[in-house]
């Protein structure tokens, strides 16, 4: 069975920083695209950040120069490194993986449950 496994999040003050981990089981998704996205109530799911199996990265254009996505492909895990953090962050953050590397979000196959990151100004 296929698990991702988001975890991380928490209460945070503005301009300060957290580090989300993402753990996928059942299955190795070493040659797919690991991404993050966000939602807030009554809003669609945004990208955040993909990145491939050799490790290039898009970014969405709210977190590009604040927030870095990596993996570690032994362990088919995802990082989410944000910094710089505003209360326009604060949001659901779910980890997804993907056949393809695309910022759609409706290629991404298998989704964790999220994580939830509150920022206070």
């Known amino acids: 069975q296929v698990q991702l496994v988001e975890s991380g999040g928490g209460l945070v003050q503005a301009g300060g920083s957290l580090r989300l981990s993402c753990a996928a089981s059942?299955?190795?998704?070493?040659?797919?695209?690991m991404g993050w996205f966000r939602q807030t109530p009554g809003k669609e799911r945004e990208f955040v950040a993909t990145?491939?199996?050799?490790?290039?990265?898009i970014y969405g254009g709210t977190v590009k120069g604040r927030f870095t996505i990596s993996r570690d492909n032994a362990n088919d895990t995802v990082y989410l490194q944000m910094n710089s953090l505003k209360p326009e962050d604060t949001a659901v953050y779910y980890c997804?993986?993907?056949?393809?590397?695309?910022?759609?979000?409706?290629?991404?196959?298998?989704w964790g449950r999220g994580t939830q990151v509150t920022v206070s100004s």
């Open positions: 997804a993986v993907s056949p393809q590397y695309s910022a759609d979000l409706n290629l991404y196959s298998y």
């Open positions: 059942g299955r190795t998704f070493r040659s797919y695209a």
């Open positions: 990145i491939n199996w050799i490790g290039v990265t």
